[in-house]
């Protein structure tokens, strides 16, 4: 008896798997070059190699905004540093800014044409080169400058401003009578006493041993000035025996070196102090300055 049932078909049945795979346009797929390149075999024989058409269809990505700003920053501090560079080198080298005029403060020792004469060197020098240490070198040979320093004002003056020594007491050696400060240092061969304000340090006609000569103007150099200017002469038999004299007259027992400010301080009250007529002072005795003695 013949079947009364319909044959049935399966899509695709008893095609090949290259036929099934062509007659499915909804099938895709997709392959990752290999990391060999264009002609690697990894993918397994027979793979065609990449062409340059299809290596210009990949896709590039753009970069990353975090990136683009360093890069961006990193150029524009580059850009930046380059122009300072340049405006500092010319600034430096500029001839605009060479030296033509110096002013000078604070000397009464020395004049402001002796300070400007010795400066003469730095004439035409751009400001930017001029340091302290150049003024301090070229006015070295001025005992009488102790600091300096300096500013610059453009386009093209400097301003000097010099600290001198000051002076302490006249040294008599002889007939003559030099200048000094605290620290010994001669600051003239030659002074006249009698337009000159200050203690005479007796150095007979020989030299005022160092020491004794040192604590003398260590001494003077701790009292102020209008205590300084009422002395008439200072005396030391030694380190420890240092005496002043007033112009009035009285004795000043100062003692060692020791103390000074303190002793200063204690010199300069009691010198202020209301005068007995009847019981005039003769020597202030400051030797121990916590327990002072007038008598």
């Known amino acids: 008896m013949p079947s009364t ?26 392959s990752k070059e290999s990391p060999g390149g264009p002609n690697s075999t990894a993918s397994g024989a027979g793979a065609a190699p990449v062409t340059p058409a299809a290596r210009d269809n990949v896709l590039s990505f753009p970069e990353p905004k975090a990136k683009r ?18 405006i500092l080198a010319a600034a430096v080298y500029s001839p605009v800014l060479a030296l033509q005029t110096v002013t000078v403060e604070g000397t009464k020792l020395l004049t402001t ?16 080169q001029i340091s302290d240490g150049d ?20 386009p093209s003056t400097l301003q000097v401003k010099v600290t001198e020594r000051v002076p302490v007491a006249l040294v008599k050696q002889g007939e003559a009578h030099q200048l000094v400060d605290a620290d010994g240092v001669t600051l ?11 203690p005479v340090i007796d150095g007979g006609g020989g030299t005022l041993p160092k020491d004794l000569f040192h604590a003398i103007t260590g001494v003077l150099g701790a009292l102020p000035a209008d205590v300084l200017a009422r002395l008439s002469n200072a005396s030391a038999k030694s380190v ?22 303190l002793k200063a301080k204690v010199l300069e009250a009691l010198l202020k102090a209301p005068a007995d007529p009847k019981n005039p002072v003769r020597i202030y005795d400051v030797s121990v300055p916590r327990h002072p003695v007038t008598r």
């Open 240 to 261: 420890d025996a240092v005496e002043l004299k007033l112009v009035d007259g009285q004795t000043i027992v100062w003692g060692n070196s020791g103390e000074k400010e």
């Open 188 to 198: 003239s061969d030659s002074a006249d006493p009698a337009a000159t304000q200050l």
């Open 113 to 128: 044409e002796q300070i400007q004469t010795a400066l003469a060197p730095l004439q035409g020098k751009p400001l930017p």
């Open 69 to 86: 700003r360093k890069r961006i920053l990193f150029g524009t501090i580059g850009a930046l540093a380059a122009l300072v560079a340049g």
């Open 135 to 154: 003024v301090t070198a070229l006015l070295q040979p001025l005992v009488q400058v102790k600091e300096v320093s300096t500013q610059a004002r453009p």
């Open 5 to 30: 049932r319909r044959p049935s078909y399966r899509a695709g049945a008893g095609r090949s798997p290259s036929a099934r795979q062509t007659a499915s346009p909804d099938v895709i797929s997709a």
